[in-house]
């Protein structure tokens, strides 16, 4: 059993930054890879960033690249996403998601997502 708790969401204009945090809970699960998604209103959700276990592998969307950048903390079971020049179609919910494989965290197929944490980008 993993819980996974979003946090750092806000309101900032376009071009600041903002760093989410996503704690994980639960007795195994330093063993999952992490990864985040966002759900724009009357969009689909889409995959933004995802990190391995150990944190030796990411991947991003292309639509982040250059931009955000996913990492392991220090503090353990928790992943951050760094998010840097911010635009406005940025805005979204974004959600935290965890599964033994960082493929089927890429895919969205994952047993463990976060309840989102609301980004919102002025412009």
């Known amino acids: 059993q993993v819980q996974l708790i979003e946090s750092g969401g806000g309101l900032v204009q376009a071009g600041d930054s903002l760093r989410l945090s996503c704690a994980a809970s639960g007795r195994t699960s330093s063993n999952y890879a992490m990864g985040w998604f966002r759900q724009a209103p009357g969009k689909e959700r889409e995959f933004v960033a995802g990190i391995t276990a150990v944190g030796d592998v990411t991947e991003y969307a292309d639509s982040v690249k250059g931009r955000f950048t996913i990492a392991k903390e220090n503090v353990k079971n928790t992943v951050s996403l760094q998010m840097n020049s911010l635009k406005p179609e940025d805005t979204a919910v974004y959600y935290c998601?965890?599964?033994?494989?960082?493929?089927?965290?890429?895919?969205?197929?994952?047993?463990?997502w976060g309840q989102g944490t609301q980004v919102t980008i002025s412009s």
């Open positions: 998601a965890a599964d033994f494989q960082l493929r089927t965290v890429v895919a969205g197929i994952v047993p463990y």
